[in-house]
């Protein structure tokens, strides 16, 4: 039902200057796979085959990425190299991919509302790829679409955070209507240490209404002077309907250079050396099936 997932991806990555300064920040790799990629197999999962990207000055090796490349493809062609290939050529096959160019850096409500014209009037989700997500069990936008069938409103999720730390994200308030979720009475940006409504922060996964892109046209920038996705989200709690929901999984923040290393770290163990096990055991179990064959 919903169908595709907007990822803002134009801006600079100061933090990781100067690893930043030619390539963008989505594309760093967490072990293996650039950032951006385990947010397009989280869509992906959910059922979305439309990533719609907004992307900025200096992303060409983002569009490149998920495309082919026939001359390295060509090179790697019918050795044990080609089978690497193998996760982004399921991607390039099921889903497709469409850019849009943002020529100013407005704020994150102002990225999305760029991303409109590639998004048109439908539910869609969000994915800030500096925001990684791993799960045992279903990814958290599969968690979010299901909800989204029950309450037909958008949708942020959300993560406990400690005190110290609430002025990084924005915060929201409401009135709890299950162990996990909220319905969202107020909503405020990096709010100021001692000001935030609660430690519940927004974390970058959203399935917004097409609505959504009136409240942002009609917000003012706000925090930092930029258009705050928080401001048009809280507008359209106030006058209709948003839901927060405690995620189950685990975030990294890639945005910061601890969290980013925690994730590789994490990723290398559970996802890496998981995959390259399974990997091999299905080899030997092909191996031996031949092998019985011939016998
Ligand atoms: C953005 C949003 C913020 C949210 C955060 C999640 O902030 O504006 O509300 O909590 O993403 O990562 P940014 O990290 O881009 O400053």
Known sequence: MIKKCLFPAAGYGTRFLPATKSMPKEMMPVVNKPLIEYGVEEAIAAGMNGMCIVTGRGKHSLIDHFDKNYELEDQIKGTNKEELLDDIRGIIESAHFTYIRQSEMKGLGHAILTGRELVGDEPFAVVLADDLCVNDGKGVLEQMVALYKQFRCSIVAVEE????????????????????????????????PGTEPSNLAIIGRYILTPDIFEYIEN???????????????LKQAQEGCVIAYKFKGKRFDCGSVEGYIDAINYCYENVYLQDSKAELNKKKTEKQKRLLAVT
């Open 219 to 233: 917000t003012q920038p706000g925090k930092g002077g930029e258009i705050q996705i928080t401001d048009a989200l």
């Open 161 to 192: 955070v400690p005190a110290g730390e609430t002025h990084k994200y924005g915060v929201i308030a409401g009135d709890q209507i299950r162990d996990d979720l909220y319905r969202v009475t107020n909503m405020v940006e990096k709010p100021a």
